[in-house]
């Protein structure tokens, strides 16, 4: 029998707390019979979210968690005062190894902060990097850093790169993944100081397949399966996806109202869109992982609801079966020697 | 009478070139009496352009330039070489005062590097910025910088700010323009480096409505009139815009088209949804104007056809008219004192 994979989930983080986190952790352990859930959290609030479920017993266990980490806490303070909070107790379980991985809906940046300190780094890796999946014309895409190291130096691009390369294939099974750096023309000499000064490096690393700069009007197209980026330019990325996506969608079905006829045609069309702009939905492809880290941790939007958690909770699974921290410190060592 | 607008165009740059720039330009000539068209390029072929249309003689003239300045080409290089090329031509007649202004759908590096070397800045700006339209749910929102000047510094963030409140409240009609500054979070100890020390310099700069940080998210949704960015995260921003609304369109579109109810569907919501859509195409909005200068540069789309070309023109007509270099100077030398 397969090992279990053991996940910590922040039963507090997030708009939908506890009720969908408890529903997603519910759901992902019946679906996969090797996952056992931590739910940290509120213990009263937690069971009686549980209760509403049916579940096997050994899949679920609640860990007791009396603080919470508020979004507006500046996060290092929060992390160090408040020992008792889920997100602490949590990554205290990855640390001490009673856990493989930790999602989280809560706060980005306690999570992120307690990854690096709690956890800690794998050796070799100099910054941790969140990489969140993002839909294209093609299928998805890893914006890799994606809010966690702004001013970043070439250097960490290289491994980002690097990171982003080893995720995509095992995790995603894209077969040797398109690199790109985000850049502002196609040509080798445009961009800013800290792109021109990566390029060359990127171009000479070996293990990693490389095709040049990625103008940002290509990105939805998908022609690249890495992007790598600095965390500021990968968090605008990520968030006007959602914002030119969520306007656009409003305008069309706006547009849709304006007339018998087309009022007519959007009770048509309606079933046959909601399923195509499922793919465009962010939230359908779990968290973004944290890379680089002596465990995995698992961050999700603040407004997740049960079938996010469900995937990123399934996305641990494959990440620990995939061994991707041993295939990241191979490749962060091998090429840096 | 009102005095004669005066617009240097260049007839060869883009894709669409010549055919699309003459018409687009003749199409702003009949509209509005009051502009002086100068056609800048290969002489014959703007000739047999022009033969197609009806137009006044008085308002139309050709300025015969026989070089051509490519896309590829590095821009330093190609303004100081290529002397009778269009671009450098039509930037002349502007430095001469024979123009008031500039418009070009070719080369973006050359438009911006002959703009400030031929032209050259207003008194007291520091860098021009690159100031596009973009669409929002409210309206439009005015991104600054967006292209002209990687890695700024924060006093160049400053004066973008005001010149963005100046345009949008002159040529756009907004009274007392919302300023943001992009960043990754709406506290203000959120950000990188540049954005950490730009805003307590817009907090406590007088004579714009600085609101705070805008996340990507917010921006399509219309939170705030001019967007303030350093020109490579500008660039992202209004390339991912295309990016994201261009595939998105596609889906919608395939979505409409995978079964016969919702191909039935599609068909009575095509034209309303094709009318609430044009309001968030780029191109309806004319280029993007170079401010700072002492007259006035717009760049378009490489890919412009006549109706950017005619928007843009026309738009030189309102920037003369409503006196906006005086108001900038203004602004610049008023509150640096």
Not at 2 to 16: I, T
């Given at each position: 029998m ?39 959290g ?42 008792d ?9 990855v ?63 290289v ?29 080798e ?90 793919e ?33 909770v ?24």
């Amino acid at each position: 029998m397969a090992e279990m994979v053991k996940v910590a989930v922040d039963a507090m983080g997030g708009d939908n707390a506890p009720a969908e986190i408890v529903k997603g952790a519910v759901e992902a352990a019946n679906e996969n019979g090797h996952v056992k859930v931590f739910l940290v959290g509120a213990e009263n609030a937690v069971r009686r979210e549980l209760e509403k479920h049916s579940y096997k017993p050994q899949q679920i266990e609640i860990v007791n968690a009396t603080e919470i980490i508020e979004t507006a806490e500046p996060p290092v303070m929060a992390i160090r005062k408040k020992k008792d909070s889920s997100i602490v107790k949590a990554l205290q379980l990855v640390k001490n190894g009673e856990c493989d991985a930790f999602v989280s809906a809560g706060s980005s940046g306690a999570v992120l902060v307690g990854g690096q300190v709690i956890i800690g780094r794998l050796k070799g890796v100099e910054r941790p990097p969140l990489a969140p999946l993002i839909p294209t014309e093609k299928g998805t895409a890893l914006l890799i850093d994606c809010g966690a190291n702004v001013d970043a130096r070439p250097s960490h691009l290289v491994q980002f790169a690097k990171m982003g390369s080893v995720y995509m294939e095992s995790v995603m099974k894209v077969r040797n993944p398109r690199v790109a750096i985000v850049n502002i023309g196609a040509e080798e000499e445009k961009g800013n100081a800290l792109v021109k000064e990566t390029f060359p490096l990127l171009k000479n690393c070996p293990g990693i397949n490389f095709i040049g700069s990625i103008e940002a009007r290509d990105i939805p197209a998908g022609y690249a399966d890495v992007i790598v980026c600095e965390a500021f330019v990968g968090n605008v990325i990520l968030k006007l996806y959602e914002g030119v996506g969520g306007t656009l969608i409003k305008k069309v079905k706006a547009g849709m109202m304006t007339s018998l006829r087309s009022k007519v045609g959007a009770l048509l069309v309606k079933p046959a869109l909601k399923e195509t702009l499922k793919e465009f939905d962010l939230e359908q492809y779990g968290g973004a992982p944290l890379l680089g880290l002596k465990g995995l941790v698992v961050k999700t939007h603040g407004s997740s609801e049960a079938i996010e958690i469900k995937n990123s909770v399934l996305q641990c699974v494959t990440f620990k079966e995939q061994k991707i921290n041993d295939k990241i410190k191979e490749k962060i060592t091998l090429e840096d020697e």
